[in-house]
């Protein structure tokens, strides 16, 4: 029996990779307008790292990651998400050292032991932003504008900006309370999870899907009306330059984040085309992050866009592979050896050409280069290269010259060059 992939990872082939180009580039060309740098760390931390960060209670690390122990007896993970990693790469090299102020952006797979479904996979991919050392609420909404630059200038339909706050140490913990008091009222009405989450993680009550929980907590208190003042203060201010830079939100009470350590601004792009897997961004502000994870006090922001839902929304539209310049036919051995020749320096000087490797009849070969819809076909057999010459037929114009073989190469790079520049 042949292997197939691992269940929810999925390969990715040519003909959708270019969308994936597409969506990245753009990526790079948007974060680097708004001072980002891009970041690469492992996509294996200690595991350590991820119940510090994201919080031993949340879905995440209760059931979603992959962990084992290497032959070391370390026990380490599959990255579950981008922000724990860069900030420990960020205090482990001290960058706040070389500057106060750390714009990073970051693009890769990333794993969950989730049940696969449309848009909700194993193997996922992130692209994700981060800012290190500001508090303004001006950088939050900078972020947000960024965010929502990004999906305007990729053409992404139908998404949502929803915006929240989770307070901060100083007033989560009395809404908290509040919120598992009203809870407690209700903890019959409640599914089993929301039970748990009860106890262990009762803002994740809010969030839950199942009909039963969302009726239950219709009137449950909400974290925006229970901010701190420095909360509440920074809040109306994001709010206020979103409105100053045109960028459109909802503020959405009932959003609650699945990891532990984001403080404050909280957001998620949404859109209603992806069935149950609503969200295709989702980010926040986490103040304590990085002190919690042994490096300084500093505040930070970012967020992280699934690219499979990205590539999902912009639809299937599978891309042709680009269209050879020239196919090479070739008959008989020394034209075959001259063929070869001209092929690799045509590719060298960073054309498309190709040939039939294999010495396939003319007829083969001639269709070989149908298929590959080739503007040009050359036709080069043995009593031509010893005149010196070849056949030279343009598959778009039906038409066919005989050219000479010598100063044919930048004939034909004038030739593709004229085109291009022509286009
Ligand atoms: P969801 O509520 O859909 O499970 P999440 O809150 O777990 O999302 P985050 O951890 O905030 O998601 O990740 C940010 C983005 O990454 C999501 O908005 C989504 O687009 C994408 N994402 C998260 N998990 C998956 C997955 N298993 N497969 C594909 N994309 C995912
Ligand atoms: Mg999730």
Redo the contacts with the bound molecule.
């Keep these: 029996m042949s292997i197939t992939s691992i269940k929810g990872m999925n390969d990715l082939l040519p003909g959708d990779v270019e969308t994936w180009q597409y969506l990245e580039e753009q990526a790079r060309q948007v974060f680097g307008a708004f001072g980002y740098r891009e970041i690469r760390v492992p996509v294996v931390e200690k595991t350590d790292l991820f119940c510090r960060s994201i919080g031993e209670t949340t879905d995440i690390v209760e059931k979603e990651m992959y962990t084992f122990s290497d032959k070391g007896g370390t026990s380490m993970t599959l990255r579950p998400?981008g922000t724990a990693p860069v900030m420990r790469a960020f205090i482990q090299h001290k960058l706040y050292a070389k500057d106060p102020v750390s714009k990073l952006y970051y693009l890769g797979p990333m794993f969950?032991h989730?049940r696969p479904q449309k848009?909700?996979?194993?193997q996922?991919h992130?692209i994700g932003a981060e800012v290190v050392g500001i508090d303004d609420p001006k950088i939050d909404a900078q972020v947000l504008a960024m965010l929502s630059h990004y999906f305007a200038t990729t053409k992404i339909p139908d998404v949502a900006l929803q915006i929240n706050s989770l307070g901060c140490p100083e007033c989560r913990p009395t809404y908290r309370e509040a919120l598992t008091k009203f809870l407690e009222q209700r903890l019959s009405a409640l599914c089993a999870d929301c039970q748990r989450r009860y106890t262990s993680n009762p803002l994740r009550v809010l969030d839950c899907k199942v009909p039963g929980c969302k009726e239950a907590t219709i009137e449950a208190p909400a974290m925006l009306d229970n901010l701190c003042i420095g909360c509440d203060t920074h809040f109306n201010q994001v709010k206020e330059h979103l409105d100053e830079l045109s960028v459109d939100y909802t503020v959405n009470p009932r959003m609650v984040?699945?990891?532990d350590y984001y403080t404050r601004t909280t957001f998620?792009m949404v859109t209603s085309s992806l069935g149950a897997?609503n969200?295709?961004?989702?980010g926040g502000r986490y103040n304590g992050l990085i002190s919690d994870l042994g490096g300084p006090d500093l505040p930070g922001i970012g967020f992280?866009?699934?690219l499979?839902?990205l590539a999902l929304m912009l639809g299937e539209q599978s891309i042709a592979p680009p269209r050879p310049e020239l196919f090479i036919a070739t008959l008989g051995e020394a034209a075959t050896k001259a063929g070869f020749a001209l092929l690799t320096r045509l590719q060298r000087q960073g054309f498309l050409a190709e040939m039939e490797y294999t010495g396939k009849s003319l007829k083969a070969q001639l269709r070989r280069a149908d298929k590959l819809k080739t503007r040009r076909v050359l036709i080069l057999g043995e009593d031509e290269l010893a005149r010196g010459i070849a056949q030279l037929r343009y598959m778009d114009k039906s038409f066919q010259e005989e050219v000479a073989l010598e100063g044919l190469e930048t004939r034909l790079i004038n030739e593709i060059n004229g085109e291009t520049n022509d286009a």
């Design positions: 998400e969950r989730e848009g909700r996979y194993r996922f992130q984040r699945g990891l998620e897997q969200a295709v961004a989702a992280a866009i699934g499979e839902r």
